[in-house]
């Protein structure tokens, strides 16, 4: 249980190239070791071609250099970093969808959306919706805040983090794509034709 | 057609020629080295057949009678020629039937290029007749799998496929090829072979500061010692291997997937590691000060109880794969990087010793275990004879130059420990997965991929039963492939652990075989079986001398044991020698 006491939040940057199935290639190395992913984002890089994955995980420092390695040995897989909190800025959006009714008559919960940053996202007859960004703890608040009001829905995105100290690989990675410019990926372009085609 | 055969395996095509998908493949094949090529038909790959059909004289088509016996086959191939190993498939069960083998191939890092039949592309995900999720099923068994949907990816596909396959850590790649891009047309501008992909390192760099470091620790040890694996023989450095070890003067032992790396004979190969391991080996593992390991993984069969293991020692830690360095065992000093660049580096720094006195004492552990466990063995009173006398008897025929194949239990065990093996790629089994009924498609393909060199089967009752049918393909090719059955009507490595941990609570493991002799002549397949001692020698001698395939069935002992043993759980310095 030695691990147990270690584990903490770990951040988990891989710089790929955009691959169809490469996401379950990678998701698979954690599920295979029934670690939960708390939280996974998939973007577009800073980087033509490169795909940038955020993952996040609960685990010692130990497990996850071993994840990482195992990450980085995918045939479609660039370059794999882990940080902890600490070494990186990050942020969660989250959507809130209150009763504008509710809003209007109790002018505390405007006072309060606005003390924790809310900002209006759309504004209808029937609902209003509120969108945050920040850290786990205040995006929670906010729904703690809402509920005895009547929340109707709430989302919140995976997290996505920028590394603190990243300019090194970040500019070797440029000069990468430079060099070698990644490949489109070639998706199924024949399953809108299906009665078109010929088959037996 | 004719026109397109002409031109077709000219290494620069300047240009284009329209070939369809099928052609493109076979041509691929071609340029790539392929002379061989496991496989089973289907509706999904039946343009793919029909291309092959203009292609016979060039390319070997072995039609197997399973796929798992195909992708088996293509794994013993590899493993004997050293060569990316080709199996054909169709879709749906025929693609779910190579799994096993994938997996048998991803764990034991041996390269294999599967080409399946798909669906046509328009109807994926519609539960077409004969689709599966072929690539989603294979992911963690595959070290790359991609699926063609576009005729126009199919020479890039199969350019990257034998590159990722044969290159750093071997390992299988699938590519799945639906019906339409077999079919279609398209530009064929010629197949560049691919020396790059950006994303993919397959070797790590060298770094000269930790071969410093590794040689200093090597020319300060007083018992140092060598554990080496298949890494050995994936980076053909056996000869670099040697000189390390004759020049340091260390004493080496092996995982059975290194077996025959250096002969079984020389005086610094001190024997076998792991569980079913020698004596020596597995005790002074616990003694030594630095231990040297050489493209191995530390398996847990080789590693028994980790906590447990080397703890005494300085580890240095050479392989190519980077997440294997401190994956079970942590390294003092890791040399990430193809042992064919890194030992000669190595052997340069390293001081010139014979380490008489250890190696001396690996010597007496091994005379220990011979008047233990081994003398016995090979030289049974008992009335019934033992597996160990069979593989004795064999290895006076074979003079250690034949390709042992081996299945999976105690007949495995005891053919490592005992059979003389005086070249590389002489050792083939299923090591990491532990796949029974590996054996006869294997031996079927190693044959294809050494048939200069003489290929013997041993096998158990059981695991024959598993995969006989590839008799038919044997039959069919008129292989020359030498079956050794040791038969103890037991499924006799879960019985001894029954024996040994269940109170003799033998559940399941009474195993009834039909007249295996009879199966071998149905098809057409000479045999005999030998119960008595008396006959072994001239049994063995016939069945190496017979022109074609031979299935002898030695009955054996029915309760006999595997020892030493490390039990599951202990450490190696807790190998029982009964």
């Known amino acids: 249980m030695e691990n147990q006491i270690n584990r903490q939040e770990y951040n988990i940057t891989v710089y790929t190239e955009n691959q169809i199935g490469l996401l379950n290639r990678i998701a698979i190395i954690f599920t295979r070791r029934k670690i939960n992913i708390d939280s996974l984002n998939t973007s577009p890089s800073e980087i ?19 994840l990482c390695r195992q990450i980085e040995k995918q045939v479609e897989v660039l370059k794999v970093y882990y940080h902890t909190n600490e070494d990186v800025i990050w942020q969660e959006l989250a959507l809130y969808k209150v009763s504008t009714d509710v809003i209007a008559e109790k002018v505390s919960v405007e006072r309060l959306l606005r003390e924790n940053g809310a900002r209006v996202v759309t504004l209808r007859k029937d609902y209003t919706v509120f969108e945050t960004t920040g850290h ?8 703690s805040i809402l509920q005895p009001y009547g929340l109707i829905e709430f989302v919140r995105s995976a997290r996505v983090a920028i590394i603190k100290d990243s300019e090194g690989f970040n500019a070797k990675i440029r000069e990468f794509e430079r060099l070698e410019p990644g490949e489109e990926v070639i998706e199924n372009e024949y399953l809108n034709k299906g009665e078109k085609v010929f088959t037996m | 057609m004719e026109v397109a055969q002409e031109t077709l395996t000219a290494p620069e095509q300047k240009a284009a020629i329209e070939l369809t998908g099928s052609q493109a493949l076979l041509d691929a094949l071609i340029i790539e080295g392929v002379d061989t090529i496991f496989g089973y038909p289907g509706g999904a790959i039946m343009p793919i057949y029909d291309a092959l059909y203009d292609y016979s004289d060039k390319l070997n088509h072995i039609l197997v009678r399973h796929e798992q016996g195909g992708i088996h086959a293509g794994q013993g191939y590899a493993r004997t020629s050293g060569k990316v190993g080709v199996v054909f498939a169709t879709s749906g069960p025929g693609a779910t039937n190579l799994v096993t083998g994938l997996a048998d191939a991803q764990i034991d890092s041996t390269p294999l290029v599967c080409i399946t039949g798909q ?6 995900g519609t539960d077409a007749f004969q689709e599966t999720d072929v690539i989603n099923i294979t992911t963690p068994v595959t070290k790359w799998n991609y699926q063609v949907t576009d005729a126009n990816e199919i020479p890039e596909a199969i350019a990257k496929a034998f590159y990722i396959a044969r290159t750093g850590r071997p390992g299988p790649v699938l590519i799945d090829i639906t019906k339409n891009a077999q079919i279609q047309k398209f530009e064929y501008k010629g197949y560049t072979p691919c020396d790059h992909i950006r994303s993919y390192r397959p070797k790590p760099i060298v770094r000269p500061q930790y071969i410093k470091e590794a040689a200093e620790l090597i020319n300060s040890a007083k018992k140092p010692f060598i554990i080496w694996g298949q890494g050995v023989i994936l980076g053909s450095a056996e000869q670099e291997f040697k000189a390390f070890v004759e020049k340091s003067g260390i004493p080496a032992a092996w995982t059975i997937l290194g077996a025959g790396a250096i002969p079984t004979g020389h005086p610094l190969n001190v024997g076998m590691l792991g569980m079913h391991g020698n004596y020596g080996p597995n005790v002074l593992t616990n003694e030594c000060d630095v231990l040297i390991a050489i493209g191995m993984r530390f398996d847990d069969r080789v590693t028994g109880r980790l906590d447990k293991y080397a703890k005494q020692a300085k580890v240095v830690h050479l392989d190519i794969d980077p997440a294997e360095i401190d994956k079970n065992v942590k ?3 890791p040399v990430w990087g193809d042992c064919k660049e890194t030992l000669p580096m190595l052997t340069a720094l390293v001081n010139h010793n014979d380490h008489t006195e250890w190696v001396k004492l690996f010597n007496e552990y091994t005379q220990k275990e011979y008047d233990a466990v081994i003398h016995t063995e090979l030289n049974p009173t008992s009335p019934q004879m033992t597996m160990g006398e069979v593989i004795k008897q064999l290895n006076v025929l074979t003079n250690g130059d034949a390709v042992i194949v081996t299945d999976v239990g105690q007949h495995q065990m005891v053919a490592c420990r ?7 790629r002489s050792n083939i089994t299923s090591g990491g997965l532990g796949t029974m009924g590996f054996a006869l498609p294997a031996a079927i393909g190693a044959k294809f991929g050494a048939q200069e060199r003489d290929v013997i089967a041993i096998i158990g009752d059981g695991g024959f039963q598993m995969t006989l049918q590839e008799l038919g393909t044997i039959m069919q090719t008129g292989v020359d492939v030498k079956i050794i059955i040791l038969n103890n009507k037991f499924l006799g490595m879960v019985r001894q652990w029954q024996e040994l941990f269940n109170s003799k609570r033998y559940s399941f493991v009474d195993i009834q075989s039909p007249d295996f002799v009879a199966v071998a002549a149905a098809y057409g397949i000479a045999g005999k079986m030998i119960d008595d001692r008396k006959d072994l020698p001239s049994a063995l001698k016939q069945m190496m001398e017979n022109k074609g395939s031979f299935l002898l069935e030695v009955m054996v002992t029915k309760e006999n044991n595997v020892f030493p043993m490390v039990p599951q759980g202990c450490s190696v310095a807790e190998i029982r020698l009964k």
């Open chain 1, 136 to 143: 786990r703890e205040e995006t929670d608040n906010l729904i």
């Open chain 2, 119 to 124: 669906v046509f592309a328009h109807l994926l």
């Open chain 2, 418 to 424: 005992y059979a003389t093996l005086n070249k590389t």
């Open chain 1, 48 to 66: 033509e071609s490169i795909h940038r994955f955020n993952i996040v995980i609960t685990e010692s420092e130990d497990v996850v250099r071993k």
């Open chain 2, 331 to 333: 390294s003092t000093v």
